[in-house]
């Protein structure tokens, strides 16, 4: 498989941005399949960029609205348009997007697009590459459930990549792309078969615990009532929280709450979750991710340090898997935690700086600060992948 990533900083006047998106493209052997791969900033008209892409290229084009995005050949790009092109002739590429997905119809809506991107597959899908929206209500489907449905469509073990869109850190304007659709609340997917062999790494940039430290003792999905013996707003008072707040996801994008999630084999993934709101009616808290009942709550730090050493450990674990396959890599997607860049501070672009200077020679890179990212890891026990949702985590996809 080829790619070619692509970038305008012109998000204005989409005829100059267009023009210049195709200019980079020139030379680019576009084989008999393709699909795109597009991050912009949350001001950008996409429905009017797509109709003007689709005059030239016909290929599903899948993306979401990004606050920042990471590419091999620019680095750190704090605005714009960003495009990854990937092609083959030994590839098939299958792309949809739901409607708005709540909790009532998500399992419906993710299993009939996964069944209906199947069906028109040459060949079995071997990946999928999703992005969707961040939980901010509480009829928001949590990350662990979008990741969970499109595992159980695909009713065998195939890797689920991706992350969820994020805008300016203003939580109300994330959108994911399909063709010339946009949706807000809702779940982009693309499916891929033929000659791949996809190798990805998760690494955590959690690595210091506080002096917090409850047993979940009842919650559903993503959202916690109890802690212990208390609710979840009471155990929060105690330990000197701000709680007065509906919308928090601001306030704790920097505060991981870390839990231990149990799979149905008896093993355990660790996982970092961020609190997106609470809720005053019923004393709980709301996360990007699930908080199964039984499972150890705590509070973790990230620095600067930690964020710039996941970045050259996690291309040096894609370089070891790489090197594991008589195949021929070209093409590198990453997600990284929003508040990975909060953490860099002043130095907002060393996390893209150690990417750039990470990057093995002739490989294409599209990458975007997530507001939670989808990445297989391995389990505490067993020798054996699963699918999982993370937050304050790099996650890098090598095809």
Same mark, same amino acid.
């Given at each position: 498989?080829?790619? !070619?990533?692509?970038?305008?900083?012109?998000?204005?006047?989409?005829?100059?941005?267009?023009?210049?998106?195709?200019?980079?493209?020139?030379?680019?052997?576009?084989?008999?399949?393709?699909? *795109?791969?597009?991050?912009?900033?949350?001001?950008?008209?996409?429905?009017?960029?797509?109709?003007?892409?689709?005059?030239?290229?016909?290929?599903?084009?899948? %993306?979401?609205?990004?606050?920042?995005?990471?590419?091999?050949?620019? %680095?750190?790009?704090?605005?714009?348009?960003?495009?990854?092109? #990937?092609?083959?002739?030994?590839?098939?590429?299958?792309?949809?997007?739901?409607?708005?997905?709540?909790?009532?119809?998500?399992?419906?809506?993710?299993?009939?697009?996964?069944?209906?991107?199947?069906?028109?597959?040459?060949?079995?899908?071997?990946?999928?590459?999703?992005?969707?929206?961040?939980? #901010?209500?509480?009829?928001?489907?949590?990350?662990?459930?979008?990741?969970?449905?499109?595992?159980?469509?695909? *009713?065998?073990?195939?890797?689920?990549?991706?992350?969820?869109?994020?805008?300016?850190?203003?939580?109300?304007?994330?959108?994911?792309?399909?063709?010339?659709?946009?949706?807000?609340?809702?779940? !982009?997917?693309?499916?891929?078969? %033929?000659?791949?062999?996809?190798?990805? !790494?998760?690494?955590?940039? !959690?690595?210091?615990?506080?002096?917090?430290?409850?047993?979940?003792?009842?919650?559903?999905?993503?959202?916690?009532?109890?802690?212990?013996?208390?609710?979840?707003?009471?155990?929060?008072?105690?330990?000197?929280?701000?709680?007065?707040?509906?919308?928090? #996801?601001?306030?704790?994008?920097?505060?991981?709450?870390?839990?231990?999630?149990?799979?149905?084999?008896?093993?355990?993934?660790?996982?970092?979750?961020?609190?997106?709101?609470?809720?005053?009616?019923?004393?709980?808290?709301?996360?990007?991710?699930?908080?199964?009942?039984?499972?150890?709550?705590?509070?973790?730090?990230?620095?600067?340090?930690?964020?710039?050493?996941?970045?050259?450990?996690?291309?040096?674990?894609?370089?070891?898997?790489?090197?594991?396959?008589?195949?021929?890599?070209?093409?590198?997607?990453?997600?990284?935690?929003?508040?990975?860049?909060?953490?860099?501070?002043?130095?907002?672009?060393?996390?893209?700086?150690?990417?750039?200077?990470?990057?093995?020679?002739?490989?294409?890179?599209?990458?975007?600060?997530?507001?939670?990212?989808?990445?297989?890891?391995?389990?505490?026990?067993?020798?054996?992948?699963?699918?999982?949702?993370?937050?304050?985590?790099?996650?890098?996809?090598?095809?």
């Amino acid at each position: 498989m080829d790619s !070619v990533t692509l970038y305008t900083d012109e998000i204005d006047d989409l005829e100059d941005a267009a023009k210049e998106l195709f200019s980079q493209a020139e030379g680019f052997d576009f084989k008999e399949h393709s699909l *795109g791969i597009l991050m912009v900033e949350d001001e950008t008209d996409y429905t009017g960029l797509y109709g003007l892409l689709s005059e030239r290229w016909k290929f599903p084009i899948i %993306g979401c609205t990004a606050m920042a995005m990471l590419l091999g050949t620019e %680095g750190y790009c704090g605005s714009g348009i960003s495009l990854l092109i #990937m092609s083959a002739d030994d590839c098939s590429f299958a792309a949809g997007v739901t409607g708005i997905i709540n909790q009532d119809n998500y399992r419906e809506e993710l299993a009939k697009l996964y069944r209906s991107l199947s069906d028109s597959l040459e060949g079995g899908e071997k990946l999928a590459v999703t992005y969707g929206c961040p939980v #901010m209500e509480e009829t928001h489907v949590s990350g662990d459930d979008v990741d969970r449905a499109i595992s159980d469509a695909a *009713g065998k073990d195939i890797p689920v990549f991706g992350g969820l869109a994020s805008d300016g850190f203003n939580f109300t304007r994330s959108r994911v792309f399909f063709n010339g659709k946009e949706v807000k609340n809702g779940q !982009v997917l693309a499916l891929v078969s %033929g000659n791949i062999r996809p190798k990805y !790494v998760c690494v955590n940039s !959690v690595k210091n615990l506080a002096n917090f430290s409850y047993e979940v003792t009842k919650s559903d999905s993503n959202q916690v009532f109890r802690l212990g013996d208390s609710t979840f707003l009471e155990a929060m008072n105690k330990a000197g929280f701000t709680t007065d707040k509906t919308d928090v #996801m601001g306030d704790y994008i920097l505060t991981p709450f870390v839990t231990s999630i149990p799979k149905e084999d008896g093993d355990h993934v660790e996982a970092a979750r961020v609190l997106s709101f609470l809720n005053h009616n019923n004393d709980s808290g709301v996360f990007l991710g699930s908080m199964p009942e039984g499972s150890l709550l705590r509070i973790g730090f990230i620095n600067r340090d930690d964020v710039q050493e996941s970045v050259r450990q996690a291309f040096e674990d894609i370089r070891q898997e790489m090197d594991k396959e008589d195949y021929e890599y070209h093409t590198l997607l990453c997600s990284t935690c929003a508040a990975r860049f909060l953490a860099l501070a002043s130095n907002t672009r060393a996390e893209a700086e150690a990417c750039k200077s990470s990057l093995p020679e002739g490989f294409s890179l599209l990458g975007l600060y997530a507001y939670g990212e989808f990445c297989p890891v391995k389990g505490e026990k067993k020798e054996r992948d699963y699918n999982m949702f993370h937050n304050f985590t790099f996650a890098i996809l090598a095809l």
